[in-house]
């Protein structure tokens, strides 16, 4: 997957979410929607200098799938045996084979910048993914279709910083929260839809600070959120 798609991604959930056209590039999204998550980082193929993505940057050499099936090829792996003298010996054998696998990924397609991803499709810049598709700029997650900036939830779709929670959908900045829908900024609520800056909430509609609200005077103030969200 590339930045192209991942963008058609990104203005379609923006889209979804807050009825507005997408005003934001693909990198300003990300700095503005993912800048707190542990993503894939850029780093390079030890055995051939190309660029490929890991989420952890510790390791200090790296290889592809593709380089590591090509020397599979040339010697299943094995090194020619050697005389050991010392623990020394055994770790500088080892160091000639220890490359970290990069860009993990098992029973998925059209992934892209990411790395450990398991039975999803169309991902970009994401890890710790599990039967997800069209996700972006996530880290970690199961069953969640169109989310940007997602990080440890389940079960949601169409939403932007969705954490820790599951059953969210069309809702943007939800924390540890269940069945949220068509809300912002909700932390610790179950049970919600249309409210804003709400924490604690349970089976409440319009309301916005823990307040209740018409539903006319409400979606007033959404607007007016919206354009905040969008623009600062």
Known sequence: MD???AKEILDKVVGSIFGFENPLSLDEAMEKF???LRL?????DSTTGAHTWAVSINPSKFITAENIKKRAIVDDWMLPKREINSIEDVILAWSETNLT????????INIGASDHVLNSENVYRSTDLRNSK???FTEGGNNLEYVVAGSRSQTSSYCIRVEDS?????SFNVIWSSKVTNSFFVQDCYDIMDCMFCSHLS??????????????EYYKIKKQVIEW????
């Open 134 to 136: 069209n996700v972006i």
């Open 203 to 216: 089976g409440k509609r319009f309301c916005i600070a823990n307040m209740q609200f018409t539903e006319e």
């Open 40 to 44: 894939p980082q850029q780093v390079y």
């Open 229 to 232: 969200i969008l623009t600062t």
């Open 166 to 170: 599951q059953l969210i959908s069309n």
């Open 34 to 36: 993912a800048f707190d």
């Open 3 to 5: 930045a192209v798609q």
């Open 101 to 108: 696998k990069s860009e993990r990924t098992e029973d998925s």
